[in-house]
Each structure stands twice: as C-alpha cells, then as structure tokens.
C-alpha cells in the first residue's frame, strides 16, 4: 500500500498521560496536514507542513499539542497531559503543492480514546 | 469568519432520484471549494473541486459567489453513492482548509 499510513490506528489512554501518533505521507509529497475528528463533524484543521517547516496552526492546537516533521518525511503528533476531550480521531493527510493541484490524500485515521 | 454549512445532515432518496446535497460557506476572499466523499470503511478522499469543473462519477458542482454556494448534484442517484459527503473550502494557498460538518447520503433500493 502506498497511500498515507497513520500509527497506531487505535490507541486508548488514561486521562493525563501522553500519547504519540505517527503518519508516514505518500513519499513525494511535500506537504502534511493534521485534522481532527470528533463524532457528527467533518474534519477539524489543526496544523500543516511544507516538507520540514510548520507554517500554520489553528487555535485549536493548544500548547499540549505539538507536531513534527523533522526530515520532511514522517510526522508525529504529540498529545501531553490527555483529557477526555481529546478523545477523536485523528487524521493525517499528504499533497503534492505545485502545477495547480493540491489533492489532499488522507490517512485511515488514529482513533484516540481518553478514558 | 471561515465556515462551511452543510444544512442536511442525512439524505435519503430512491434509486435514481436527482440529487443535490447543499454546502454554503462564508470567507472573505475567493476560496477554492470541495467535495469530499467517504464510503463506508474507506478513507476519505476528494470528489471533486469546482476550479476543474469536471464531473466525476456523474456528480457536478457549481459555485455560485452571488449565494456563496457550493452544491452538490446528480441527476440519477446510484446505491453505490450512499456515502458521506463533506464540502470543503481552502484559500488559494492551500495552507488550510475548513470542512462542513457532513450530509450522509442514503440511497434506497
């Protein structure tokens, strides 16, 4: 499979703890895209990258949050001190910017639980 | 404020109905606009945007700047278009992008 792939795909952690999410992007691709999910709502933006550089964060992202892409490759998604609101899925996707497309290709998700 | 409202939150129509799923928005700028569509157990994956005007699997969409609109059509719906539908809206850069809240479409037999 050469589309996005996102680690683990469930992960189920007490309130308080920290957590990681891993999303490995199609290997071209020079942006990464990190969303939220929660249930009944489309998919909130949280941050992006072009290839190493985090150009954008919604406010969403609170200072417990914090993302990586250090070789321009991988990402990580990091969740510090968990709450229960924090329980959704997490979504990555990947694009190839230049010649006026932009297609997103998006992940299978991480579905995070916070008990 | 960037939003996107997607009114419906569940369609249902028979077997080659038309179909039109409704996405306003409002930005302050000239947005690029999408459709977005997620079957059951896939991953989500883009439909169409309206700068290509294309027609992918007999869906269109029309922008309309005037009503600030972006909806979704078909004129016969297939079974196999029972899926969610999300709308969504980028500025030109593409730097990020805001996603209505989702129309479940169920096409009945």
């Known amino acids: 499979d050469t589309g996005v792939s996102q680690n683990p795909r469930h992960k189920i952690t007490k309130r308080g703890q920290n957590v990681t999410f891993r999303c490995d992007p199609i290997?071209?691709?020079?942006?990464l895209y990190w969303y939220r999910q929660t249930l009944g709502q489309g998919p909130e933006f949280l941050t992006y990258?072009?290839?190493?550089?985090?150009?954008?964060k919604s406010r969403l992202l609170s200072d417990r949050f914090s993302a990586e892409r250090p070789k321009g490759s991988f990402s990580t998604l990091e969740i510090q001190r968990t709450e229960q609101g924090d329980s959704a899925m997490y979504l990555c996707?990947?694009?190839?910017?230049?010649?006026?497309?932009?297609?997103?290709?998006f992940g299978p998700g991480t579905r995070l639980t916070v008990l | 404020a960037q939003r996107v409202t997607q009114p419906e939150k569940l369609l249902s129509v028979f077997k080659g109905a038309p179909v039109e799923l409704k996405c306003n928005y409002s930005?302050?700028?000239?947005?690029?606009l999408f459709w977005y569509v997620q079957y059951s157990r896939q991953r989500l994956q883009l439909l169409l945007r309206?700068?290509s005007r294309e027609s992918i699997k007999g869906f269109t969409a029309d922008l309309n700047k005037g009503e600030t609109s972006f909806h979704l059509k078909k004129p016969f719906a297939q079974e196999e278009d029972s899926a969610m539908y999300y709308c969504?809206?980028?500025?030109?850069?593409?730097?990020?992008?805001?996603f209505g809240s989702g129309t479940k479409l169920n096409v009945k037999p």
């Open positions: 969504a809206l980028s500025p030109y850069n593409f730097n990020k992008f805001y």
């Open positions: 990258f072009q290839n190493e550089a985090q150009l954008e």
């Open positions: 290997s071209e691709h020079n942006r």
């Open positions: 930005y302050s700028g000239s947005p690029e």
């Open positions: 309206h700068i």
């Open positions: 996707a990947s694009s190839l910017v230049g010649g006026g497309h932009n297609e997103q290709f």
